[in-house]
């Protein structure tokens, strides 16, 4: 279904952005009306990253009068291989400064305010309040409940983006539109996914392309709210599967009985996302408890090892495409998902101590339950995993 425009025209395009938004200008739909209405939007997006780098690329050359960023992160070399907003010279700066830095070289007519924070229940709905639409580019869920969640609150659309590996999603949330079946994030996905099931892109990976094409549909999607032009996907799950080329929509529709915008809703406020996502399952963090070793000492009980004082097995639960890229030198591979079927077993015994590894100590810790559970009582696993490794011990490997 069509909507009527989400902003009023500005009074007046200058000669100079009459010039540079032609292009727009002599499609019928967009036209004068919808540049000015492009020039009086105000949206707000969140993340510089995957995802936000695009976004804010595009909304930012099509003639978005005012851009807010939010992002509190800075510019690390392995966001380069598809965060496009940024280059080689902002390694170490602030994303939110690198991206308004970019934005002022794409079209210096956009207003950029900076919100240099990390988003969270005292500042979400501030912030939010004056813009008219927001567009997602996070990768956690906690931040997504909670975006969806003050979206609602403040009656924003809320444009919505995922992405994983070769595989993308893209829809826009709304639920408080009148006389539409228009769902929220959480009717679609009532609870966020067991901890540890779904990885990050940080633990996972994604194709770097694939943000420009996810971040390009939330983009399309807001010019078409904005604007009032076409038939925004509300209502509507977009699917895309790169390495098939396929794009799918399936109708989503309102749950009655979504905890948020649902008949008898129980979220009426902002809530505890963190615990509603959880960061470490309850049995993980049962099974580390008392059975953490950092990376320093994991360094001597190897040297240890190597003299032959100490004998243990060091198992890295990544899998193989991550031990490719870096490792603990004197580690086998076991990955995460042979503790989950059992098959460990064949492979581990009881006779020697077992030192579990990952990449940050989130699936070594799933793992170290595993085992426990199985009668490794003297089982222990490394936080901060590889990672702090080679922040700590061996800066000459690579990190991702
Ligand atoms: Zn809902």
């Known amino acids: 279904m069509s909507l009527p425009a989400l902003v009023e025209p500005a009074a007046e395009l200058t000669t100079d952005e009459v010039r540079r938004y032609s292009r727009h200008l002599i499609i019928p739909d967009v036209g004068m009306t919808g540049q000015k209405r492009l020039k009086n939007a ?3 997006v969140i993340g510089a990253g995957g995802l936000g780098s695009p976004a804010l690329l595009y909304l930012a050359a099509a003639g978005v009068g ?11 070399e392995s966001n380069l ?8 010279s902002d390694i170490g700066k602030s994303k939110a400064i690198s991206a308004k830095e970019s934005i002022a070289e794409t079209n210096p007519l956009v207003n950029v305010i900076v919100h240099d924070e990390r988003l969270d229940n005292d500042n979400v709905l501030e912030i939010f309040k004056d813009y008219d639409l927001i567009v997602d580019g996070t990768d956690n869920f906690a931040t997504r409940y909670m975006v969806n969640d003050a979206a ?13 590996r070769f595989d993308g999603q893209a829809s826009v949330f709304w639920p408080t539109l009148e006389g539409a079946d228009a769902p929220c994030y959480r009717c679609l996905y009532p609870e966020p996914p067991p901890p540890g099931m779904v990885p990050s892109c940080a633990e996972g990976g994604v194709l770097g392309v694939l943000c420009a094409s996810i971040g390009s549909i939330q983009v399309n999607e807001a010019i078409k709210l904005l604007t009032g032009i076409g038939d925004p996907a509300v209502g509507k799950l977009v699917i ?34 963190e615990t509603f996502c959880g960061a470490v399952s309850e049995e993980a963090s049962e099974a580390a408890a008392g059975s953490t070793i950092s990376v320093t000492q994991l360094e001597s009980m190897l040297k240890e090892r190597d003299e032959g004082t100490r004998d243990f097995v060091l198992v890295d639960v990544r899998e193989q495409n991550e031990y490719e890229i870096n490792k603990i030198p004197g580690s086998v591979l076991i990955p995460k998902g042979d503790f989950l079927n059992g098959h460990v077993f064949d492979q581990l015994s009881q006779d020697k101590p077992v030192v579990l590894h990952c990449k940050t100590g989130v699936r070594s810790a799933e793992a170290l339950a595993v085992l426990k559970g199985a009668g490794f009582s003297d089982a222990v696993h490394v936080g901060g995993g590889v990672v702090a490794w080679v922040n700590q011990i061996d800066p000459s490997q690579p990190s991702y």
Do not use: M
């Open 42 to 44: 105000k949206v707000l």
């Open 66 to 76: 005012t851009l807010g960023i939010a992002e509190f992160d800075e510019v690390d």
């Open 81 to 88: 291989q598809r965060q496009i907003i940024h280059g080689q």
């Open 152 to 164: 609602y609150f403040l009656n924003k659309p809320y444009v919505w983006g995922s992405i994983y």
């Open 240 to 273: 895309y599967d790169a390495l098939e080329l396929e794009w799918r929509t399936l109708k989503v529709r309102k749950d009655p009985n979504c905890a948020l915008c649902g008949e008898n809703a129980t979220v009426t406020e902002l809530i505890d996302y």
